[in-house]
């Protein structure tokens, strides 16, 4: 190199360069958005799926910073996870999500975050407070959360089905669920979102249930690409359905009970028979639908010749049992009938009477609603076995016996329901501390 001219030297260092550059464009160029573009990373970074990621919020004088910056993500990591645990023992909410921000900025691609913070935050988090309002906040921030991961690890399924559980069990079956609900539609902040829902949370307005309902469509959608390992694959792939049955039933709930309820059960019946009802699953003895008829059992049975009749006949019952496929089909087929409607009609406006201490009416209302529910249950036996159902029961013979006692009146020997009473008696404590506590009733 000595014996080089200058002219030389720097011709070679350019080649030098630019050599060196080769592997680094390789590497490093970012992609178009097109199928193949970009360099290497960028095309791994397609190939799994992953989103881009910086540490940009970590605190660059923090001593997990100074982990990272060794190479040393993992211990980095750990150290952010017991500064949010303090934070959250000491309720510095602030802190804590800012904690919770800069794990995920080192870990973006680790499901594991994702799903315990979104749920920390949205249970955990929130029981903390005192305001229904800000309860429901923090159940908005462990959604937004998940949100985000879902946007950043497009290939694992089950942050989707995280997402639409959040929307429809945490909003929907939570003790504050009649508030959550109407927050859901009307934000509390109304200022900040003009009297309608937080757009990140319910941008179409729609109920929580069909929202749950869409994640998990989008849950099942990438579960035929990427294999998820939360629950046995029938169960996972009928949350969607489950959450059709659930908006039916919200409506029931709340008083609503015309044509809009209707539809919606019939929607559900024909989506759990026609859709997963139609699904093939795999058992240990070959491919089943949970909807079957006696060409399904033949043309099913004769794919393998080990496999008889009676071992599909076999597997898909087994099948139906862990889904509880032919209790969801009576169900959904019983809530169509007039008797049906009738009868959770009269046993709502018999509660709603009682809370507007009109005792006559209640009690009238009551005892037709629940001699048309006995009668449902007596031809759907089935139903008796589904919690749901057991606990409009008993609430309905539980606000009976109320109004016996405050009118001064003897119960008579027999009466509805008095079957499903016998058996249940366990729930009625508590189903009678939730009446009262909802009702005010001391």
């Given at each position: 190199?000595?014996?080089?001219?200058?002219?030389?030297?720097?011709?070679?260092?350019?080649?030098?360069?630019?050599?060196?550059?080769?592997?680094?464009?390789?590497?490093?160029?970012?992609?178009?958005?097109?199928?193949?573009?970009?360099?290497?990373?960028?095309?791994?970074?397609?190939?799994?799926?992953?989103?881009?990621?910086?540490?940009?919020?970590?605190?660059?004088?923090?001593?997990?910073?100074?982990?990272?910056?060794?190479?040393?993500?993992?211990?980095?990591?750990?150290?952010?996870?017991?500064?949010?645990?303090?934070?959250?023992?000491?309720?510095?909410?602030?802190?804590?999500?800012?904690?919770?921000?800069?794990?995920?900025?080192?870990?973006?691609?680790?499901?594991?975050?994702?799903?315990?913070?979104?749920?920390?935050?949205?249970?955990?988090?929130?029981?903390?407070?005192?305001?229904?309002?800000?309860?429901?906040?923090?159940?908005?921030?462990?959604?937004?959360?998940?949100?985000?991961?879902?946007?950043?690890?497009?290939?694992?399924?089950?942050?989707?089905?995280?997402?639409?559980?959040?929307?429809?069990?945490?909003?929907?079956?939570?003790?504050?669920?009649?508030?959550?609900?109407?927050?859901?539609?009307?934000?509390?902040?109304?200022?900040?979102?003009?009297?309608?829902?937080?757009?990140?949370?319910?941008?179409?307005?729609?109920?929580?249930?069909?929202?749950?309902?869409?994640?998990?469509?989008?849950?099942?959608?990438?579960?035929?690409?990427?294999?998820?390992?939360?629950?046995?694959?029938?169960?996972?792939?009928?949350?969607?359905?489950?959450?059709?049955?659930?908006?039916?039933?919200?409506?029931?709930?709340?008083?609503?009970?015309?044509?809009?309820?209707?539809?919606?059960?019939?929607q559900g019946y024909d989506e759990w028979t026609e859709i997963y009802g139609r699904e093939e699953f795999i058992t240990p003895k070959g491919p089943i639908v949970l909807e079957w008829t006696e060409e399904d059992i033949k043309a099913l049975a004769a794919r393998d010749e080990s496999i008889t009749e009676k071992d599909v006949r076999e597997w898909t019952s087994r099948y139906q049992d862990t889904s509880n496929y032919r209790f969801w089909r009576t169900r959904a087929?019983?809530?169509?009938?007039?008797?049906?409607?009738?009868?959770?009609?009269?046993?709502?406006?018999?509660?709603?009477?009682?809370?507007?201490?009109?005792?006559?009416?209640?009690?009238?209302?009551?005892?037709?609603?629940?001699?048309?529910?006995?009668?449902?249950?007596?031809?759907?036996?089935?139903?008796?076995?589904?919690?749901?159902?057991?606990?409009?029961?008993?609430?309905?013979?539980?606000?009976?016996?109320?109004?016996?006692?405050?009118?001064?009146?003897?119960?008579?020997?027999?009466?509805?329901?008095?079957?499903?009473?016998?058996?249940?008696?366990?729930?009625?404590?508590?189903?009678?501390?939730?009446?009262?506590?909802?009702?005010?009733?001391?």
């Amino acid at each position: 190199m000595n014996n080089l001219s200058s002219k030389h030297r720097k011709l070679a260092y350019v080649i030098a360069i630019i050599v060196l550059l080769i592997p680094v464009i390789w590497l490093g160029m970012p992609s178009t958005g097109e199928d193949g573009s970009g360099g290497k990373l960028a095309q791994l970074r397609d190939k799994h799926e992953l989103g881009e990621s910086t540490l940009g919020d970590v605190d660059p004088s923090s001593a997990s910073m100074n982990f990272v910056l060794l190479g040393l993500r993992g211990i980095a990591t750990n150290m952010l996870w017991i500064d949010a645990n303090e934070y959250q023992k000491k309720k510095e909410w602030g802190k804590l999500r800012s904690t919770v921000d800069s794990i995920i900025l080192l870990q973006p691609h680790y499901m594991k975050v994702w799903d315990f913070q979104g749920w920390n935050l949205a249970y955990n988090v929130s029981a903390e407070w005192d305001a229904v309002e800000d309860r429901y906040f923090w159940v908005k921030e462990g959604i937004k959360f998940l949100n985000e991961g879902v946007t950043r690890n497009e290939r694992f399924p089950e942050l989707d089905w995280k997402v639409g559980n959040l929307h429809g069990q945490k909003v929907g079956r939570s003790d504050e669920w009649r508030q959550f609900r109407r927050f859901y539609k009307v934000d509390p902040d109304t200022e900040r979102y003009d009297g309608g829902p937080d757009p990140e949370i319910n941008p179409e307005r729609l109920d929580n249930y069909q929202v749950a309902k869409e994640h998990f469509l989008i849950a099942n959608d990438k579960e035929l690409k990427h294999k998820q390992h939360l629950q046995m694959r029938m169960l996972f792939r009928g949350s969607p359905w489950h959450a059709q049955f659930d908006y039916a039933n919200a409506m029931q709930r709340e008083g609503v009970f015309g044509k809009q309820r209707t539809d919606a059960w019939k929607q559900g019946y024909d989506e759990w028979t026609e859709i997963y009802g139609r699904e093939e699953f795999i058992t240990p003895k070959g491919p089943i639908v949970l909807e079957w008829t006696e060409e399904d059992i033949k043309a099913l049975a004769a794919r393998d010749e080990s496999i008889t009749e009676k071992d599909v006949r076999e597997w898909t019952s087994r099948y139906q049992d862990t889904s509880n496929y032919r209790f969801w089909r009576t169900r959904a087929s019983s809530e169509s009938e007039e008797n049906t409607i009738k009868a959770h009609e009269y046993l709502y406006q018999g509660e709603q009477l009682v809370f507007e201490n009109k005792l006559d009416e209640a009690k009238q209302k009551l005892e037709e609603g629940m001699a048309l529910y006995a009668a449902i249950l007596n031809r759907y036996p089935s139903l008796k076995s589904e919690d749901l159902a057991i606990e409009e029961g008993l609430r309905a013979v539980i606000l009976w016996r109320y109004i016996h006692e405050l009118k001064g009146l003897q119960l008579p020997s027999s009466f509805a329901l008095k079957e499903l009473w016998l058996k249940e008696q366990g729930r009625g404590p508590e189903l009678e501390s939730e009446l009262r506590r909802n009702h005010g009733i001391q």
